[in-house]
């Protein structure tokens, strides 16, 4: 069985399914500030999905500095968990995680 690792900085925590990376990469880092339109989003794959949905491949280059390998490889780490995730499953743990 393959691990999902978290890819935020030197993070490289390990899980066995790509909801539990979502669920420790929305609770476990600092919040996302868009660069292209300053909206604050969890780091990780919300901020990826936010970029790509949200915004222009171009506005994306601007703002960040970046060049097509990092859009390419932003863009794959985007399907592969859209190709795998249960978000409904994702909210029902934060929903539980969540201090009351």
Same mark, same amino acid.
């Given at each position: 069985?393959?691990?999902?690792?978290?890819?935020?900085?030197? @993070? &490289?925590?390990?899980?066995?399914?790509?909801?539990?990376?979502?669920? +420790?990469?929305?609770? %476990? *880092?600092? $919040?996302? #500030?868009?660069?292209? @339109? &300053?909206?604050?989003?969890?780091?990780?794959?919300?901020?990826?999905? +936010?970029?790509?949905? %949200? *915004?222009? $491949?171009? #506005?994306?280059?601007?703002?960040?500095?970046?060049?097509?390998?990092?859009?390419?490889?932003?863009?794959?780490?985007?399907?592969?968990?859209?190709?795998?995730?249960?978000?409904?499953?994702?909210?029902?743990?934060?929903?539980?995680?969540?201090?009351?």
């Amino acid at each position: 069985m393959s691990l999902w690792r978290c890819g935020i900085g030197d @993070c &490289g925590a390990r899980f066995r399914d790509v909801e539990a990376v979502v669920v +420790h990469q929305t609770n %476990e *880092h600092e $919040r996302h #500030e868009c660069r292209v @339109c &300053g909206t604050v989003v969890p780091e990780g794959y919300f901020a990826i999905r +936010h970029a790509f949905d %949200e *915004h222009t $491949r171009a #506005e994306y280059v601007r703002a960040y500095d970046a060049d097509s390998s990092v859009v390419r490889e932003r863009e794959a780490v985007k399907d592969a968990v859209e190709s795998t995730v249960d978000l409904q499953s994702v909210v029902d743990r934060l929903d539980l995680e969540r201090p009351v």
